[in-house]
């Protein structure tokens, strides 16, 4: 299954990347990011397809900002 | 081009103060601003009186409300001056969003054809003021406005409503039935009924400067993150008429505001956004904003509308539109109520729908204010990722909140709400505004869908769908297609199917079937006007 980077969120992407947000709060930074390690860990599990997480590493990756 | 002329509007002598008896009007309106002065309007024309009261003699200093959205102008059309503020007005839909100085993505608000009106036009709020003000001029006999006239204090009992009210000739007393708090922001209303203003207040300082300037820069929204001509922060340009743009410029939680508005400060700040280009200050002022709304609208016989209700940030043009939401929702019900058509307790039922809507805009400009300004460390960094990922991949360009503009809400969960014969692939549904459409008259003239809908109930029947054998009292059949209006375009097909559809007052759809017999359009109409409790 190739990437899907067309937007899929549906109606409720404000309030999740909200919640996202909201799941931080409190956390040192080391806990922040400790937090989403595990969330990708959780969704890459998820996605399950070794192909598709190549990708999308390659995709964040490309993105990083100079 | 001339600048906005503010003419003061006349101070007249209340007649319980010059000796030429009292007045008296079934609903007392405090505050001529845009709600207060849409709202007696509205009232108006369902042919009820009332008696708009504001301290000040002047419209809006300064634009404020600049952005009105589509479904405000159909609003505003129903009162009688939508065409004139469209025409007015500078139209856009289309907005771009910056990172740095590039490009990351553009969106196209009304990307389809076939309604009256635009996603948008940006004018003063001084304008809209000033035209709703000569407005009011063509009901002498039902809107009494009055300026410089202070309400001190308000009370009431089960009868009815008092004002105490102050004038530059001394202090009198206005009674009347119901009595609707458009007094803004500030209410000194809200305050003396010691109502909690619930929510958040953001800590960050924005500058907002109107410039007059000739350029010819198009009729778009432009955001920026970061620009490089103010590092760090964010920054928004919009066109208004008479060459005039909104400049507003994040300045951080720590900028001192009369610091900030020296001209010595602004001007080199605007220089850098407008490359050069001479230009004018016309006004600026720095604020910050909240996002708050009292707990209940409806507090027996006193009805808070507009600001004096709820506030959210400016950056969904939510304020307002929010407001004339409001309006639209409320003047029906309280014709009806004080003409003794429906019961008081449908008022439960403004508070229930508005209450969603402001929940609904307060949660949207609380995420956007969220993005604009996160804090350091990983809400940074998610921003960032957002923005960044935006340039090559199309999702994050819908995660980027650069301000998520008006819509109407959707009244999804309304107690008005009948039945809904959902079996129609078509995007309208009930609890929704209806959606507009090119109509032919008889004659074969261009008109809309809209026009033929609002201020009193209308069956809808579309398409295919039979008429019911017989309508109840006070609704209106509007047929499309099988010789009534023409369906111009087929945008009332693509939109509607074969069906028929309640719709109330303020627009709004309120039942649904295939094929209804007269009853059921009974039933459908009680419940819109019926008892309903909180
Ligand atoms: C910088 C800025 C930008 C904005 N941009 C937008 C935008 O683009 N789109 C949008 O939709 N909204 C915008 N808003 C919000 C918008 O201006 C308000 O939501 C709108 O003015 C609310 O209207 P109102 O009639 O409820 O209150 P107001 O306009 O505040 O009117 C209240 C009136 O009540 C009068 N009054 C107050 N107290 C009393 C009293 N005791 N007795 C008698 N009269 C009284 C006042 O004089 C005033 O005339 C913006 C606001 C600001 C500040």
Known sequence: MALNTEFNLGTESDALFNELLQAHEGLSREQSEQLNAGLILILMNHIGEAGTIREAVVCARAALDA | MARYQFEPFDYVTPPELSGAGSASAPIIIVGAGPIGLAAAIDLATHGVASIVVDDNNVVSV?????????????????LGVGERMLEKG?????????????????????????????????????????????????????????????????GQDETGVAAEIETPDGAYMLRGEYLLACDGANSRIRRQFGLDFEGRHF??????????????????????????????????????????????????????????????????????????????????????FNCRRIDRFVHERVIFVGDSAHVVSPFGARGGNGGMHDVDNLCWKLARIV???????????????????????????????????????????FRNAALSLAVDTPFARRVVNAGRLSVPCQLTDSPLNGRDDDVFDVP???????????????????????????????????????????????????????????????????????????????????????????????????????????
């Open chain 2, 339 to 381: 003409t003794g058509s429906a019961a008081p307790d449908l008022l439960e039922s403004y508070n229930h729908e508005r209450v969603h809507g402001a929940d609904e805009n307060i949660r949207n400009s609380s995420w956007t204010s969220r993005f604009m300004s996160p804090e350091p460390g990983i809400e940074t960094a």
């Open chain 2, 203 to 288: 800590e960050e300082r924005f500058l907002i400067a109107d410039v007059e300037m000739d350029a010819d820069f198009p009729s778009e929204r432009w955001f920026w993150f970061t620009p490089t001509f103010h590092p760090g922060q964010s920054a928004l340009l919009h066109k208004q008429p008479d060459n005039i743009y909104r400049i507003d410029l994040q300045l951080g939680p720590d900028a001192d505001p009369e610091e900030e508005k020296k001209p010595e400060n602004v001007i080199p700040r605007i220089e850098k956004i407008v490359g050069g280009r001479p230009f004018k200050l016309d006004w600026v002022s720095v604020y910050s």
């Open chain 2, 90 to 154: 500078v139209t856009w839909k289309l907005g771009r969003v910056y990172r740095g100085d590039r490009e990351v993505y553009n969106f196209d608000l009304l990307p389809e054809d076939g309604h009256k009106f635009p996603a948008f036009i940006n004018l003063q709020q001084y304008y809209v003021e000033q035209f709703l003000v000569e407005r009011c001029a063509d009901f002498p006999d039902l809107i009494d406005l009055r300026f410089r006239n202070r309400v001190l204090s308000v």
């Open chain 2, 62 to 78: 300064g634009s404020r409300a600049i952005c009105w959205a589509k479904r405000s102008l159909e609003i505003f059309d129903r």
């Open chain 2, 428 to 534: 309208q549904k009930v609890g929704m505004v209806a959606l507009d459409a090119p109509l032919s008259d008889r004659d074969d003239n261009a008109t809309w869908l809209m026009s033929q809908l609002g201020g009193r109930f209308v069956c809808l029947v579309t398409g295919e769908a039979k008429a019911p054998a017989e309508l109840p009292d006070g609704v209106e059949l509007v047929r499309i297609g099988r010789g009534g209006f023409g369906d111009a375009e087929g945008r009332v097909q693509e939109r509607y199917g074969d069906a028929v559809y309640l719709i109330r007052p303020d627009q709004h759809v309120a039942a649904r079937w295939v094929a209804p017999g007269a009853a059921d359009i009974r039933a459908a109409l009680t419940r819109c006007a019926a008892t309903i409790t909180a």
